[in-house]
């Protein structure tokens, strides 16, 4: 049976990193077959892509960033993705196309029409069973994720833009949510770890059809 395919995304700091490894302890536990990915750089290439477009001081034409996200996502689906499901795996990405969505199309600019038609091209047409929508609040995120950086030294060009720029994105991850309810579901991430925690078990379990609690 092909694998389910779940993504997690929200604004820089909403948690979802935090959140995606606590998941994974948990569905490991219960031996869960378990890919983790993230975008960008879930491939090989794709981890050489992200040092040259995203960890760089260097200037990069908007389209030519969404180019290369888009580079990115086709040889992650093409090279890992498509062949983990097939293999009966589960997926989990930090981010996927949603992402060109919120960041390139609210963020930068670019229509839905053009971003539709380069998420169509890079993915082929592969979607999520389930995305969650890590919503914090966005001045309380933009802290988070400065803290986390001054502490590990892995601030990229991303994290330089302003709260307009990350109202913009949060406000495209709530569109989304309204349009597909039933795929992109939205989690509370203003509250303890273990809270957000406990919401996403629930919602990942009942897809999966596992249980939420662990027989004792
Ligand atoms: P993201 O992957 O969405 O950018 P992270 O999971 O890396 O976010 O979290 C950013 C920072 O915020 C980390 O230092 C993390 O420990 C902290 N953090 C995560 N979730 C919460 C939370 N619910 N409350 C307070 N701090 C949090
Ligand atoms: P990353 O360090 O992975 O961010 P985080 O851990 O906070 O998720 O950096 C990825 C950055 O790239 C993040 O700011 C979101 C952005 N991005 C896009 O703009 N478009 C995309 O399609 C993707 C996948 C990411």
Redesign the pocket.
């Known amino acids: 049976m092909r694998g389910k395919f779940i993504t997690f995304e929200?604004?820089?700091?909403?948690g979802?990193?935090t959140q995606l490894r606590m998941l994974a302890d948990v569905l490991r536990s219960r031996s869960v077959d378990l890919v983790l990915t993230?975008?960008?750089?879930g491939t090989r290439l794709g981890r050489r892509l992200?040092e040259a477009f995203?960890e760089t001081e260097d200037a990069v034409a908007p389209l030519a960033?969404?180019l290369l996200?888009?580079a990115?996502?086709a040889q992650h689906v093409e090279l890992l993705i498509k062949p983990a499901l097939e293999a009966g795996r589960t997926v989990i990405s930090?981010?996927?196309?949603?992402?060109?969505?919120?960041?390139?199309g609210a963020?930068?600019g670019f229509s839905t029409d053009t971003i539709k038609q380069i998420t169509e091209l890079a993915t082929g047409g592969l979607k999520p069973d389930l995305s969650l929508f890590f919503d914090a609040e966005v001045a309380a995120a933009i802290a988070r994720?400065s803290n986390?950086h001054d502490a590990d030294g892995?601030r990229?060009?991303?994290?330089l833009?302003t709260v307009d720029f990350y109202t913009r994105?949060r406000e495209a991850y709530l569109k989304i949510a309204a349009e597909e309810p039933k795929r992109f579901r939205t989690v509370d991430a203003n509250g303890s770890i273990h809270e957000t925690h406990d919401n996403v078990i629930a919602i990942v379990c009942e897809l999966l059809g596992i249980a939420a609690r662990a027989e004792v």
Not at 10 to 14: A, K
Not at 94 to 104: C, E, I, K, L, N
Not at 156 to 159: G, L
């Open positions: 929200g604004i820089d700091g909403s979802k990193s993230r975008e960008p750089g992200r995203l960033e969404m996200f888009a990115d996502r930090d981010r996927y196309a949603d992402a060109t969505t919120a960041y390139q963020g930068r994720s986390r892995t990229n060009r991303m994290d833009e994105v």
